[in-house]
């Protein structure tokens, strides 16, 4: 493979547990009813994730 296996697997559990951080401080959040940014939110930790992982799955022309 491209990396050494724990460095995937540090990465990989870096990016899951910013992913439970997001998902359990803004859609469980019931003081601010109405607010329909947390989507916005879990999806940029997501992209985050996958163009620094694998930098080919959403932008095709930057894969190696």
């Not at 947390?38 to 996958?50: K, N, R, Y």
Request: proline share 3%; hydrophobic share 50%; glycine share 6%.
């Amino acid at each position: 493979g491209r990396y050494h296996w724990f460095v995937a697997a540090t990465v990989e559990v870096l990016f899951t547990t910013a992913l439970c951080y997001v998902v359990l401080n803004v859609a469980t959040e019931t003081v601010k009813e109405g607010n329909n940014y947390f989507g916005l939110a879990i999806g940029f930790t997501v992209t985050a994730a996958d163009v620094s992982i694998s930098r080919s799955s959403w932008l095709p022309w930057t894969a190696p």
